[in-house]
Each structure stands twice: as C-alpha cells, then as structure tokens.
C-alpha cells in the first residue's frame, strides 16, 4: 500500500521561503512522475511542479523562477522548495505520485495522478 507524507508547511510572510518534504512508503519516487499540488479555498486543485522519472522537470508559470522541486532517491524524500512566497500561495499542498512518467507537456492534471498525501498547509501573510 502506497502512502504519502507532507510535512513543511506553516505561516510565513509575504517574501519569505518553505522547504515541503514528502516521504513515500510502498513507493519508489524515482519509479514515475512525482509532483506536487495544492488547492486553496473554494478553487480546484491545481499542480505546481511535477518531475519525471528522466529528471524533466514541468512548472505551473505561477510559480516559475520561485520553487523548485526535487527529489532525494536515497532518502525516497520529494521536496519543494519555495522562494519568495506570495499570499496568493496560500493553499493545502499536496504530494502526489503516478506509476508512470508524465505524457502531459505541462504539470500533469490532478486527476492523472495515481496516489495523495493528505496535504500540508501553507499560509503566506502579507
């Protein structure tokens, strides 16, 4: 059984920066896209970054040039880091995880996505 688990989130200012982690148990990530996601009150769960098994990375242009993800294949850790935070990022970030690579040009849709984390808030003031 594959399992999911954030941890990371918080309040920060406006400007200031977030490391998500996302632990997998059942899951290797290096065995297909992996991203992340998030979904603020009363809007659609949008994806953020995702990567691909070959290290091709995708963005959401919202946040291009501000996080980055990556992934640690020893430790089985995905990690999105996030710079120069916006109140507009204000949301539940989810780690999701596919048994295979992305098709999908950009961020996979959601509903592409194989397995969830139950989520970590972030809370950006301004």
């Known amino acids: 059984q594959v399992q999911l688990v954030e941890s990371g989130g918080g309040s920060v200012q406006a400007g200031g920066s977030l490391r998500l982690s996302c632990a997998a148990f059942g899951y290797i990530f290096s065995k297909g896209c992996v991203g992340w996601f998030r979904q603020a009150p009363g809007k659609e769960r949008e994806g953020v970054a995702s990567?691909?098994?070959?290290?091709?990375?995708r963005y959401a242009d919202s946040v291009k040039g501000r996080f980055t993800i990556s992934q640690d294949n020893v430790k089985n850790i995905l990690y999105l880091e996030m710079n120069i935070l916006k109140p507009e990022d204000t949301a539940m970030y989810y780690c999701?995880?596919?048994?295979?690579?992305?098709?999908?040009?950009?961020?996979?849709?959601?509903?592409?996505?194989?397995?969830w984390g139950k989520g970590t808030l972030v809370t950006i003031s301004s």
């Open positions: 990567t691909n098994n070959d290290g091709t990375t």
């Open positions: 999701a995880a596919r048994d295979h690579n992305s098709p999908y040009s950009g961020v996979p849709p959601f509903y592409a996505m194989d397995y």
